[in-house]
C-alpha cells in the first residue's frame, strides 16, 4: 500500500492565474452598471412622473416619451446581458459602456461649459466621478478583454 502524499500547490505562475481570472472580473466590473440601468429603467418605466427631478409631465405624449426613455435603458441592460454570457463577447460589453459613459460623461461636461450646471448642485459632484470611475474602470476591462481575445486566436 501506498501512503504517499499529492503536492496540492499550482503550478501556474501568477500571470496565468490573472489571465483566467480576468474574464470573472470584468463581468464583475459590468454589474454595477448593469444594475444601475436596471433601476433607472424601471423608474422611466413604471414611474414616468418622478423619474426626472424637477420636471413635471403634463401631458400623456409626455408620460409615453418618457416611458420610451426607460425602454432604451431596458434595451442596453438585455445587450449587456448578452455580452456578459459569452467570454468572447465581454470586449463588447465593455465598448458598449465604454462608449455609453464617455459619451455620457461628455454631455454633463457640455452641459456643465453651457447651461451652469456646476458640480456643486443636487448630486452633480458624486455623479460625475462615478461616471469617471465606471468609464476608467470598462476601458481597463476593454484593454484586458481585447488582449485576452488577441491572443487566444
Given at each position: 500500500?501506498?501512503?504517499?502524499?499529492?503536492?496540492?500547490?499550482s503550478?501556474?505562475?501568477?500571470?496565468?492565474?490573472?489571465?483566467?481570472?480576468?474574464p470573472?472580473?470584468?463581468?464583475f466590473?459590468?454589474?454595477?452598471?448593469?444594475?444601475?440601468?436596471?433601476?433607472?429603467?424601471?423608474?422611466?418605466?413604471?414611474?414616468?412622473?418622478?423619474?426626472i427631478?424637477?420636471?413635471?409631465?403634463?401631458?400623456p405624449?409626455?408620460?409615453?416619451d418618457t416611458?420610451?426613455i426607460?425602454?432604451?435603458?431596458?434595451?442596453?441592460?438585455?445587450?449587456?446581458?448578452?455580452?456578459?454570457?459569452?467570454q468572447?463577447?465581454?470586449?463588447?460589453?465593455?465598448?458598449?459602456?465604454?462608449?455609453?459613459?464617455?459619451?455620457?460623461?461628455?454631455?454633463?461636461?457640455?452641459?456643465f461649459?453651457?447651461?451652469?450646471?456646476?458640480?456643486?448642485?443636487?448630486?452633480?459632484?458624486?455623479?460625475?466621478?462615478?461616471?469617471?470611475?465606471?468609464?476608467m474602470?470598462?476601458?481597463?476591462?476593454?484593454?484586458?478583454?481585447?488582449?485576452?481575445?488577441?491572443?487566444?486566436?
Amino acid at each position: 500500500m501506498n501512503s504517499s502524499t499529492m503536492n496540492a500547490t499550482s503550478t501556474l505562475n501568477p500571470a496565468h492565474k490573472f489571465w483566467s481570472f480576468a474574464p470573472w472580473l470584468s463581468r464583475f466590473i459590468m454589474l454595477p452598471p448593469i444594475l444601475i440601468f436596471t433601476l433607472v429603467g424601471s423608474r422611466f418605466l413604471h414611474s414616468p412622473g418622478h423619474a426626472i427631478p424637477g420636471v413635471t409631465l403634463n401631458t400623456p405624449q409626455a408620460f409615453t416619451d418618457t416611458r420610451v426613455i426607460g425602454a432604451w435603458f431596458v434595451t442596453l441592460v438585455l445587450m449587456l446581458i448578452t455580452f456578459l454570457s459569452s467570454q468572447d463577447r465581454l470586449w463588447l460589453g465593455h465598448l458598449y459602456l465604454v462608449l455609453f459613459i464617455g459619451l455620457t460623461l461628455a454631455v454633463r461636461l457640455f452641459g456643465f461649459m453651457n447651461d451652469g450646471t456646476t458640480l456643486a448642485m443636487g448630486n452633480e459632484k458624486m455623479i460625475t466621478i462615478i461616471e469617471t470611475v465606471f468609464l476608467m474602470l470598462n476601458t481597463l476591462g476593454l484593454v484586458v478583454q481585447a488582449r485576452l481575445l488577441r491572443s487566444s486566436r
